[in-house]
Structures are given as C-alpha cells and as structure tokens.
C-alpha cells in the first residue's frame, strides 16, 4: 500500500516524500516524476539507473500511447505498462504537465502497484 508520512519539516506529504514511499516498495529500481517535456523534477534510482536519462525518454512512450488511445477511440493515456525481459516500465500521466516513470524488476507485485497508482491518482496529482 502507498503510505505517504509526512515529515517534522514537512506536515503535509510532498512529492519528495511520494518518491520516497514508492522507492520503498518490493523491486522497484527507478521512480522518475518529470514534465511532459522530459525535464526532471525528482528521482531515486537503484544501481547504475541514470534518472535524468529515463526522464528525457519517457515523453516518447507517452505520446506514442497518447496516439494509440486516440485512434482506438479510447480517450487520453493514463497509464501504460511496458514488459521486458527482466522487469515493466511503467508510465503514468499524473496531471497534465507531469508523468511519473516507475522502472521494476519482475519480481515487484505489478499488480498492487498499479492498483495504488490508479487508487491514489487524485491525491499523487495533487502534489505535483
């Protein structure tokens, strides 16, 4: 479950502490929250993951979902899930500036991640 703590500097959760809380969860390796235009606004990585890098390719998936949802007659991209060998990114539009890229291994509950993102979408969108 997404557990956003407010901290003694802070009383009311910031997206600092949002990117923080979904670090946290079980195989994600890469929280990125950037603008549509591909500039970051805030990241933790794991490893070697560059998230200045992530951001800036992260507008092009979602453009290209953007365009599928459009053509299928489907509305506005929400969130798309792309599975690789070894783990799912993870794009979701967060307002209409702003996107958030969760990078996870396959080992994560894909499932309840996407389950709190769609659940706490209202309140994410709120700090950013």
Do not use: C, K, W
Request: aromatic share 2%.
């Amino acid at each position: 479950m997404l557990r956003l703590e407010p901290t003694a500097e802070s009383p009311l959760p910031t997206i600092h502490d949002l990117v923080r809380a979904l670090a946290q969860r079980e195989g994600v390796e890469a929280v990125v929250i950037l603008g549509r235009d591909g500039l970051l606004i805030d990241t933790r990585t794991a490893g070697n993951l560059d998230g200045e890098h992530l951001a800036a390719l992260s507008p092009a998936i979602a453009s290209a979902a953007e365009a599928l949802g459009q053509a299928a007659g489907h509305g506005s991209f929400v969130t798309t899930v792309v599975e690789y060998e070894r783990g799912h990114a993870i794009v979701s539009a967060i307002s209409g500036d702003a996107l958030l890229l969760l990078v996870v291994h396959d080992s994560a509950n894909l499932g309840a991640l996407l389950f709190d993102l769609r659940r706490h979408r209202a309140n994410i969108a709120s700090l950013v």
